[in-house]
């Protein structure tokens, strides 16, 4: 997080800083939109933490047009597609006020569980009516032939003479991104509703002069973009990266704030997709998995740790379906947590982690160092608990801690137990659900001679002081096995068909460590 404190530094003497960022609801939104909004209230704390006052925006492009059908019925793709967002029915029928409406607040409904908290969120849906984008409507308009330019310059983009930067909502369909306007006469546009003007969504054919104002129209994204930067002061915007290549949305938007609208833009802190499976997450096409439903597995913390550990502009592989990156990920921010609090911890980390453990915490104002310090199980741990019928698992974790739970531990644990419960119930592989047999399985029978001296010389091993801990347990298998010159991949196959009844499962060492010593003792000796 060393990039978040050096950008605070890099502006201390440049005044009042606005943070904004915002989103085009055009489908459930994924879990990689979070990156967005976590990095922002990253330097947002950042820039407060270092004395600068800090106004934190998030907004909603909700006059964009329709362009994405996935989430449409069938009957409504003829009618909606092409239509402001903004415009569109709510498809989910729960009281929303439009399709936007619902998809942009199951997402902002995130933000306060996530510790984000926009000093404002505006809707462009709001904005328009007001007449406050009419000043850079009228502008645009005016300096066409320089924004045509700019296109040209910037990005190779070609528009003929008569193109003006601008879309009228047509008053007979209803529809935005089918319309072009070719003239402008001072106070009226002449527009087009071209049936072929786009591939995915068709016009009615309505022409005519109107006049563009009060939420009549809307600028293209790159000069709404530009625009939204002088409306609301904004001097922080970060963007994702398939935004600030070069030539890209944010080069064209930079020079038409510069050119057109004649103020500077602001500082861009580019940042990386979060892929799954290799590829960019993608809200009109469906892909990746969605935000809230993330939201109810991975707890604050952990969501924030995931966007913030690497640096912006380094892409984050994600694949949480039928994998153990969800454990994964906990158990590297207890790692965080552990170097935090001063303890000794295997293997490197990278530099600033402090700084990431203390921006990935919900509260800002939180105490680091007590948080640190706090007693956090293993969810690897804990997913195999709350599996095992019988188990009181605080009185577990307490045991295993040595001391009762403070109330902030016990808070900790009760977030990791839901967590743990949804994981195995939506995410988790199938090697990580189980169910310890009471009787010896007839899977054992397929183990031979050196498997079987494994499991009676691992019971002899542990039998006077069985280990208390998963890792405990770990050695010890490890120890057996390579003392009978037995590869690990034997051994562990022999424990789980010794309790499970099959050959694969969860981390053996911790599957151990979950169940009564003397159940086990005696389940080895009678596998053996």
């Known amino acids: 997080m060393d990039w978040a404190d050096e950008l605070a530094e890099r502006v201390r003497d440049a005044g009042p800083q606005v943070v904004n960022d915002s989103k085009t609801p055009s489908g459930t939104v994924h879990v990689g939109s979070l990156r967005g909004p976590v990095i922002l209230d990253a330097l947002a704390r950042a820039l407060r933490a270092n004395g600068i006052e800090t106004t934190l925006l998030y907004g909603v492009d909700d006059m964009d047009p329709m362009d994405a059908q996935s989430l449409l019925t069938p009957d409504a793709v003829e009618h909606e597609m092409g239509r402001p967002l903004a415009h569109v029915p709510d498809q989910a029928g729960d009281g929303h006020a439009s399709y936007a409406r619902h998809h942009a607040q199951a997402f902002i409904d995130i933000f306060a569980g996530l510790g984000i908290h926009p000093d404002r969120y505006y809707w462009m849906s709001d904005i328009y009516p007001t007449g406050q984008m009419d000043p850079f409507i009228r502008t645009a308009l005016e300096r066409a032939a320089l924004v045509r330019d700019i296109y040209r310059r910037v990005a190779n983009v070609q528009h003929p003479d008569t193109w003006h930067p601008l879309g009228v909502v047509c008053p007979t369909c209803g529809k935005v991104g089918t319309t072009i306007v070719t003239d402008w006469n001072g106070e009226q546009v002449y527009f087009e509703c071209r049936p072929d003007l786009v591939t995915w969504a068709r016009g009615c054919g309505t022409t005519g002069w109107i006049t563009p104002f009060g939420g009549a129209a809307k600028l293209p994204w790159n000069l709404e973009w530009a625009a939204q930067w002088s409306l609301f002061g904004v001097s922080i915007e970060p963007s994702g990266k398939d935004l600030s290549t070069a030539g890209g949305s944010r080069d064209r938007s930079d020079a038409i704030a510069r050119e057109v609208f004649e103020r500077e833009p602001p500082l861009n802190v580019p940042y990386e997709f979060l892929n799954i499976g290799g590829r960019k997450m993608s809200t009109s096409k469906g892909r990746g998995a969605p935000a809230h439903a993330i939201a109810e597995v991975i707890p604050p913390e952990q969501l924030r740790f995931l966007f913030l550990r690497p640096k912006p502009n380094h892409a984050i592989d994600f694949d949480p379906e039928g994998t153990d990156q969800i454990p994964r990920l906990f158990d590297e921010f207890d790692k965080f947590a552990e170097a935090a609090a001063g303890r000794e911890v295997k293997g490197e980390l990278p530099p600033g982690s402090e700084a990431t453990f203390r921006y990935s915490l919900v509260d800002p104002a939180a105490d680091v160092a007590t948080e640190a310090a ?50 195995l119930a939506t995410y988790a592989p199938e090697r990580a659900i189980i169910q310890v047999r009471d009787e010896l399985p007839s899977a054992i029978e397929a183990i031979d001679g050196l498997q079987r001296s494994f499991l009676a010389t ?46 694969n499962g969860p981390r053996a060492g911790w599957l151990l460590a979950s169940l009564d010593p003397a159940f086990v003792i005696r389940r080895l000796r009678e596998a053996a």
Do not use: M
């Open 374 to 423: 706090a007693f956090r199980p293993p969810f690897n741990h804990l997913a195999l608990l709350v599996q095992i019928p019988g188990v009181d698992v605080a009185a577990r974790i307490a045991s295993e801690k040595g001391s009762p739970l403070t109330p902030r531990e016990c808070e900790i644990l009760d977030e990791r137990v839901a967590s743990a419960r949804a994981w």
């Open 458 to 503: 691992l019971a002899e091993a542990v039998g006077e002081t069985p280990p208390t801990t998963g890792e405990g347990w770990q050695t010890a298998i490890f120890d057996v096995a390579r003392a009978l010159d037995l590869p690990a991949g034997r051994a562990f196959d022999a424990l789980y068909r010794a309790f499970l009844g099959r050959s």
